[in-house]
């Protein structure tokens, strides 16, 4: 294993290792030290390695990750695991406004509470939160799926497109054409591939409503012309 | 974008590392707000003294003889402790309006940065971490700190636009974020009485919460309020003699988070600002709630 701490060792330092990590590397398990709260730890990764970040994390943690498993024994700042593609990354402490925001695919596990506009446009990511999440999550989320085992803040899915979402607790409004929906069989066995694949064993996923799209902004209603 | 830190101290014995901890703070800092830097101190108080915190431009000049001529103009002695281009005049605290008045008809380069019985502001433009070893900040003690490193976006980066700003005896403001009804709202502060020394928006909202806490209402009622009659974009962190609040938005676009030990609360933009102080690793910490007060008194 190796292990970086970036008391010593520049940020750029430990990103420039890590994006030289390929397919195939021998040096397939990171520990990055002292993180206090940086800006960018481990973003960009390209390649299937593990990376245990020892510590809380600044703005887009994880961002951008394609392949590799990064985990953050800590919180997070705003944007944690922005845009990932692929692979996954686990916050274990609570994450700020933002995460997974745009996500294409990849999993992000967020232990702890994630703030605001969790999944704001979200392409594909899937995305699971053990506690609560903030006001304007999922805006324009436009596939994956976001499961929440606690609440959900204000505005869950304005303008949502496609995205799945289920949450357990209770949801404070739903945004602007984000409705509930039937739980059929199939959302039932997806959910439980997701919490499966997040590590989550205690609860069950007749205890999820599912909430999407009503489909009703998809296009443009003549009889609002007025309005503009 | 900016970038606000604030230490709240709980446990007596740690306010002489006050300035030390608000100092390595704010130095965390600096790239969310490189043009201009500032924090208040709230110190100890002197039985029956007040202290005025002022600032010149051209400090050699106006601040020769200042003492002297203040202590005739109010008939009552004036001490002066000159730090850069700021000094501490203290005054009995029953003359300290009078000073007011008098540094501000016959000084016209001298700028009045706070007033009140343990409050002590210092701001400048220039690189945070220079603004603060100018000022010595690591030196000083006291109960609580806040600090402010700004990226100017409302008014011209000048020494009187960077934050705290003070509108009342013991208050502070720092800001971060835009706010966009405060020429309305200035007009009406300024119907009601209040005075205004910069175009800048948070100084607005300084005034707007001195207004509300002149009516009558404690800091915690008078953020609550503010949720009401300001709009915009806004993480407030704010003092007064004896408290530490913090409010944002209900859009909460502007980072914060906080931390909270048996010996103090503290306040930053980012985590990096919490991550150098005692026993982090054991405290709580939290992100603020949109549209939420939160408010210390000691």
Known sequence: MRTIDLAVTPLRELNAELHRQSEGTNEAEWEVLNPRGLHAVAVGVDAPIKVAVRGPVGYYGGGMNKKATITIHGSAGPGVAENMMSGSVVVKGDASQYAGATGRGGLLVIEGNAASRCGISMKGIDIVVRGNIGHMSAFMAQSGHLVVLGDAGDALGDSIYEAKLFVRGSVKSLGADCIEKEMRPEHHDQLAVLLDKAGIKDVKTSEFKRYGSARKLYNFNIDNADAY | ?298
């Not at chain 2, 009485?193 to 009516?215: C, H, I, K, P």
């Not at chain 2, 503010?226 to 709009?231: E, M, R």
């Open chain 2, 1 to 298: 974008m900016c970038g606000i830190v604030g230490l709240f101290i709980k446990d007596k014995a740690l306010e002489p590392r006050l300035g030390e901890l608000t100092a390595q703070m704010l130095a965390t800092m600096c790239e969310r707000g490189p043009d201009s830097a500032g924090f208040a101190v709230y110190g100890d108080a002197e039985d029956g003294k007040a202290k005025l915190t002022v600032q010149s431009a051209r400090a050699d000049q106006d601040f020769a003889g200042l003492d002297a001529a203040l202590s005739k103009a109010i008939g009552a002695p004036v001490e002066i402790e000159r730090k850069s281009s700021h000094a501490v005049l203290t005054v009995p605290a029953d003359k300290a309006d009078a000073a007011r008045a008098a540094i501000k008809a016959d000084h016209p380069g001298v700028r009045i940065m706070s007033a009140g019985e343990t409050i002590e502001i210092y701001k400048e433009v220039g690189w945070p971490t220079d603004v603060s070893d100018r000022f010595h900040l690591k030196q000083m003690s006291g109960s609580h700190a806040i600090g402010h490193t700004r990226m100017a976006t409302e008014s011209a980066v000048t020494t009187l636009g960077a934050h705290p700003f003070s509108t009342g005896a013991d208050q502070c403001l720092v800001h971060n974020g835009s706010l966009s009804n405060h020429n309305s709202l200035k007009r009406k502060l300024k119907h009601d009485g209040m005075t205004f020394e910069t175009e800048n928006d948070s100084e607005v909202a300084a005034a707007y919460l001195t207004w509300r806490m002149n009516q009558g209402m404690n800091l915690g009622q008078a953020l609550e309020k503010s949720l009401d009659d300001l709009d915009g974009f806004f993480t407030f962190v704010v003092g007064t003699k004896n408290g530490f609040g913090v409010i944002r938005d209900p859009i909460a676009c502007k980072p914060a988070v906080m931390a909270e030990t048996d010996q103090y609360v503290a306040f930053g933009s980012e985590y990096r600002a919490l991550a150098g102080l005692p026993g982090i690793d054991k405290a709580k910490i939290w992100e603020p709630e949109p549209a939420t007060v939160y408010f210390w008194e000691r």
